[in-house]
């Protein structure tokens, strides 16, 4: 595989095989250790789609939790609430007003795969890339082990991840 189109359509594909259910609990639990989540009061999660992994169980800690919501080209930062509607990307988005994304200490990022070297292939939109390059906050992304490489390819506008979970 070479290119960045190869590895979403392995990365989909190789989805689709595994767990996910009992995948998704195992890196809920991992996040609920890590240092960053531990510390942080406000944390931006994402809900997910068909074969994601599935963090919401993390919406019963004792934190402020938000949401994204994607608005033209970029990512507006929503106070997670109960009123949820299907977005043009198919994903279920806050219906609640924008806040100033200072707020949040840690973002953790979706990603079809994520490397060594802390880069996250996400679904090719660019949304988090220019959302996270604006912001000075902690990132994680969690993945199964199968979708954690050595190397994929990056660009000049690929924001690095803080901490990489993996299963």
Do not use: W
């Not at 949304?127 to 990056?154: M, N, Q």
Request: charged share 30%.
């Amino acid at each position: 595989m070479e290119s960045k189109t190869d590895y979403r359509l392995y990365a989909k594909e190789l989805r689709k095989k595994l767990d996910m259910k009992a995948e998704s609990a195992v890196l809920a639990a991992k996040i609920r250790q890590n240092e960053f989540y531990v510390k942080a009061e406000h944390v931006m999660i994402f809900y997910p789609v068909k074969y994601e992994v599935d963090l919401l169980e993390l919406l019963d800690d004792k934190k402020n939790f938000y949401l994204p919501k994607v608005s033209g080209k970029e990512l507006l930062v929503c106070p997670f609430g109960q009123n949820l509607k299907k977005s043009a990307f198919n994903i279920m988005e806050p219906c609640s007003k924008p806040v100033n994304p200072e707020v949040l200490d840690l973002v953790i990022v979706p990603a079809l795969m994520a490397d060594k070297n802390g880069f996250r292939l996400g679904y090719g939109g660019g949304f988090y890339d220019r959302f996270l390059a604006g912001c000075k906050v902690k990132t994680i992304t969690a993945i199964p082990k199968e979708l954690f490489v050595d190397s994929l390819p990056c660009e000049k506008f690929d924001v690095k991840i803080d901490f990489v979970i993996t299963t």
